[in-house]
Nanobody, 117 residues
């Protein structure tokens, strides 16, 4: 059985930083790991992804102030976001996609991040 478990959310002040972590268990052929977020009343959006060979991509909303990192051997992915803004408030979801065909997608339950003074 596959489990995707996020941690690290909470209440953060504007200008602060947060680090989210995600552990995926139950699968070993992960190609891509990513973080998405969904704010109230908005669509889910990509925050960042990292592939098994270390290629990364960031969404415009966090580009330049975030870093995604991965430990492929442990199936973990972390997201560091700095200079937090009120609009970073959202539920952050971890996502994993497997190699091969068909590609399978797995999601965590999400972790709430609230940026507020």
């Amino acid at each position: 059985q596959v489990h995707v478990v996020e941690s690290g959310g909470g209440l953060v002040q504007p200008g602060g930083s947060l680090r989210l972590s995600c552990v995926v268990s139950g699968i070993s052929n992960i190609y891509l790991m990513s973080w998405y977020r969904q704010a109230p009343g908005k669509q889910r959006e990509l925050v960042a992804f990292i592939t098994s060979n270390g290629n990364t991509m960031y969404g415009d909303s966090v580009k330049g102030r975030s870093t995604i990192s991965r430990d492929s051997g442990e199936n973990t992915v972390d997201l560091q976001v700095n200079s937090l803004k009120l609009e970073d408030t959202a539920v952050y979801y971890c996502h994993a996609r497997t190699r091969g065909q068909p590609q399978l997608n797995y999601w965590g339950q999400g972790t709430q991040v609230t940026v507020s003074s």
